[in-house]
């Protein structure tokens, strides 16, 4: 099982007609992965803090109907964050966020994870936000100390972020716990850090989403290897980096001992066990994500919708 760590909240997507209309739809990166691997066909959980209102209702029915295990769900009567994207011409999104007093906020650190578990994923508001932040962290200070395959994606939000510079060195002591950093160009540029850099600090591979211009990933071990993207009619961008992040980790997990299992080569970041054939990851991280892109909102595709690394027409 792979364990998603993170806020659930809902995107009030903008649709063209009428003029100013907003279309509530169930999102957050960890919430999306979460989802994206279940649609894959990954056995995965959820581990976060939902609300009891409506929205927090209607976002645990996507789980469960998409399979998602719940019980490392808590519920609070506080209500759902609320996220506001503007969608540039290319179908890029920038966020606005309501986040005060909300439910996802407010996580508490768990007792163990179920046996069995292989990966955890963490990334976006959670590690932002406190007190729940705090708690996330040390949820991944904890799992990577017992030897399992961690992802981080700090997607990053600058509007949520108060103090760029506490921020950026907080991310640099996250590393030495992180298997696996995946960022996008435009994280990469606010963090203003190099792949070389990061690798220096703990992780086994650093994976870069480009865009257009496709995926790349360096590895501690001095390999390096971009796929080009798959070249779609763009909607939008919702989701489609939380599908990257899912594609990944259904196929480094596939094969991955549990706890205590030590990552390849030298460094102290709990990465993936084996000969990782990157081209073949990356290339189906990129064909997920090009289906995302095709719909409105953070919809990823479904595994029977992938065929040979590619989308299935």
């Not at 406190?130 to 399992?148: H, I, W």
Request: negative net charge; hydrophobic residues 40%; glycine residues 14%.
């Amino acid at each position: 099982m792979i364990v998603v760590g993170g806020e659930a909240l809902i995107d009030l997507v903008p649709v063209e007609r009428p003029p100013g209309a907003l279309l509530p739809r169930p999102g957050g990166g960890p919430y999306n992965t979460a989802l994206a691997l279940a649609r894959l066909g990954a056995p995965v959980a959820f581990c976060s803090r939902i609300s009891t209102d409506g929205f927090g209702a209607s976002l645990l029915d996507g789980l469960r109907t998409a399979g998602v295990d719940l019980s490392l769900v808590q519920r609070g009567p506080e209500p759902t964050t609320l996220a506001v994207p503007s969608l540039a011409p290319d179908g890029s999104a920038a966020y606005g966020f309501y986040v005060e007093g909300t439910a996802d906020r407010l996580f508490r650190l768990p007792p163990a994870l179920p046996a069995g578990v292989r990966a955890l994923a963490l990334g976006t508001c959670s590690l932002v936000l406190e007190p729940g932040a705090s708690a996330y962290e040390t949820l991944l200070r904890r799992e990577a100390g017992r030897g399992l395959l961690t992802l981080l994606d700090p997607n990053i939000r600058p509007a949520l972020i108060a103090d760029p510079a506490a921020y950026r060195a907080r991310f640099l002591s996250w590393l030495p716990h992180v298997g696996v950093l995946k960022l996008s160009e435009e994280d990469a540029a606010w963090l203003g850090g190099r792949p070389a850099d990061w690798l220096a600090a703990g992780p086994s591979a650093v994976v870069l989403t480009r865009g257009a211009g496709g995926l790349t990933v360096w590895t501690r071990e001095g390999a390096e290897h971009s796929v080009p993207a798959h070249r779609v009619a763009v909607v939008d961008t919702i989701g489609a980096g939380d599908t990257v992040n899912a594609a990944l980790l259904h196929r480094l997990t596939s094969g991955t001992p549990g706890p205590g299992a030590a990552g390849p080569g030298p460094g102290p970041g709990p990465g993936p066990v084996g000969p990782v054939d990157w081209p073949e990851v990356l290339s189906y991280a990129a064909a997920a994500a090009a289906l995302t892109c095709t719909r409105a909102g953070a919809e990823p595709p479904y595994a029977s919708e992938l065929s040979g690394g590619r989308p299935t027409p």
